[in-house]
């Protein structure tokens, strides 16, 4: 495996755990080079528009099952399941005496779609990523991924930045639901609709960080607040276990599930699935864009240290 050079990562976006890897489509070119250029990362609703690289987010080989797309749940039904979720996060145990020298260690499965020039839109095969983070986010990450990106040095968090996802800072956030909701909306990324990069922020959160149990709690109840969040049942993640997904809008031609298991209402994963036919990446009504499956999230001594 080969390091991704700077170069090739699209401005301001060394850091993977703000950018979609999971769904984002990828237009390579054809050109003789020995490796393929590739374009800035576009969100998947922002084909055929002016597509900006800012995605928000990363986390977390089987093929991911079903379709589901259309919310089988009232709206409101999602505030009670987000309760229930928070309920279950609040009574997680945190990790003892984590020290700032430590990493978190995160292990997922995840697959994102891609398209070369005049062909139609993949999923590519889903396949292994391990990634380490910093407790305190001052010293480099790393991602090592089974598929084209390889092994990459990811860039220590830059101080003073209120939207750090490093769990040092995730502890400083509030408790308190309405409180929560005001930091997220004041620190969610991307030039979407606020309500959607929201909800996106947050699976970015619980995909590929460690947020305390009171945090994290906040935060499902804070979801509760987003409009037009939904509720999908049955529903396959990347390891293909079936859960039940939190759900909303992604754009007019996409949706985000954040995916659940149904008894413990642990998070297990997310996929973003197409809404409706999009001519110009042959993309149906009911294909999925990327699919992710958490496996393992510790705390570790060393960096490339695996449980």
């Known amino acids: 495996m080969s390091v991704l050079p700077e170069k090739d990562l699209p401005p301001g976006r060394h850091r993977l755990l703000k950018e979609h890897l999971m769904t984002e ?3 390579e070119t054809q050109a003789a080079e020995s490796r393929p250029r590739r374009s800035p990362w576009l969100r998947p609703v922002l084909i055929g528009a002016a597509a900006a690289a800012v995605a928000a987010g ?31 996060a609040a009574k997680e145990d945190a990790p003892d005496e984590i020290r700032d020298d430590q990493y978190v ?60 996802t490093n769990y040092k800072n995730l502890k400083t956030l509030p408790t308190d639901p309405d409180a929560m909701l005001k930091w997220l909306y004041k620190n969610k990324q991307g030039d979407n609709q606020k309500d959607e990069q929201v909800f996106t922020f947050v699976g970015d959160l619980v995909r590929e960080s460690l947020v305390p149990p009171a945090q994290a709690a906040a935060l499902y109840r804070a979801v509760a607040k987003v409009p037009d969040v939904e509720v999908v049942k049955d529903v396959k993640d990347a390891a293909g276990r079936t859960g039940i997904a939190v759900v909303r809008d992604e754009g007019p031609t996409a949706q985000r599930q954040l995916i659940f298991d149904p008894k ?37 001594d060393k960096r490339e240290q695996r449980p």
Do not use: C, M
């Open 58 to 88: 990363v986390l977390v080989a089987l093929p991911a099952g079903g379709k589901g797309t259309t919310a089988d749940a009232a709206p409101n039904d999602a505030a009670a399941l987000l309760e229930d979720i928070a309920l279950a």
């Open 264 to 300: 413990t209402k642990q998070y297990l994963g997310e996929r973003v699935v197409t809404t409706e036919d999009h001519a110009e990446t042959g993309l149906k009504k009911g294909d999925v864009q990327g699919t992710a499956a958490l496996l393992d999230r510790e705390v570790v």
């Open 105 to 164: 260690y995160i292990k997922s499965v995840v697959g994102y779609t891609s398209q070369e020039l005049g062909k139609k839109a993949k999923l590519d095969p889903v396949h292994d990523r391990e990634i380490w983070f910093a407790v305190d986010g001052t010293r480099p990450g790393l991602l090592v991924e089974d598929n084209r990106n390889g092994r990459i040095e990811l860039e220590a968090d830059t101080p003073g930045i209120p939207s750090n």
């Open 25 to 27: 489509i990828r237009q």
